[in-house]
């Protein structure tokens, strides 16, 4: 189980939102590369990007801020927001980026995801973001119709890495995630869940690990470790317990 700190970027800095409200946003550093060499010096084996700006305007915003983070770090890096087409992901893995994340365009392009996928292995993730049980898309500013369980079943046999899955309706709430949910998706799948959103303290870690037996395979958080709630240490060391 690994243990994934979050950096979301907006303007070239290090952010986080409320609920994914774009209106609602907390500052934590003007110098994102300085937050990811903080967290590789704790122990995260990976880290979690997010182009927020990117998100919204369906193109690569933040592309300066991503390439001094590359150069910052030396564990493996994901990156999501604003990647709707093979030619975006090709220019961030020629960056240095190791895994990339499609949400908008594998509900709107599944066919994209299984070419992107057939051409890099293992490199393609595919995130599935819902309020309520719905999916939202394009920066989390369009809710649709269809069922998270539904669209995480058509991405099956597309060969995507790990399916993301957050509550957006806990993202950034320190509410604590929805293990339920989290339970059901991963129970329905064969392919690996990483869970996120409303991860607060350790016991959090710990109620998710119980899950871990049906596929779950990370954690992503963001504000409990900016605002000090949680300590990444000490979350990797009770996952490395297990």
């Not at 499609?102 to 057939?118: D, F, K, M, S, V």
């Amino acid at each position: 189980m690994l243990i994934i700190p979050a950096i979301d970027l907006k303007d070239g800095k290090c952010v986080r939102l409320s609920q994914g409200k774009m209106d609602q946003v907390t500052l934590y550093s003007d110098n994102p590369a300085e937050i990811a060499r903080k967290w590789e010096g704790m122990g995260a084996e990976l880290i979690h990007l997010v182009d927020l700006d990117g998100a919204s305007a369906g193109r690569p915003m933040n592309t300066e801020a991503i390439r001094k983070i590359i150069d910052s770090v030396k564990i493996p890096l994901q990156l999501g927001g604003g990647i709707r087409d093979q030619e975006t992901a090709e220019e961030y893995f020629s960056l240095g980026i190791d895994r990339i994340i499609l949400g908008t365009a594998a509900c709107e392009r599944p066919e994209l995801i299984a070419e992107i996928c057939r051409k890099y292995p293992g490199k393609i993730l595919t995130s599935i973001d819902a309020r309520e049980g719905k999916v939202a898309i394009k920066g989390w500013e369009e809710t649709t119709d269809r069922e998270a369980i539904e669209l995480a079943r058509r991405f099956e046999d597309l060969g995507v890495a790990a399916i993301i899955y957050t509550d957006i309706k806990r993202d950034g709430m320190l509410s604590g995630p929805n293990i339920e949910e989290t339970r059901k998706l991963a129970q329905s799948l064969k392919t690996p869940i990483i869970a996120a959103g409303g991860v607060s303290k350790l016991e959090d870690i710990r109620n998710l690990m119980e899950i871990e037996q049906y596929g779950l395979e990370g954690i992503i958080t963001g504000k409990a470790l900016y605002s000090g709630k949680l300590d990444l240490r000490e979350a990797i060391a009770l996952t490395q317990q297990r």
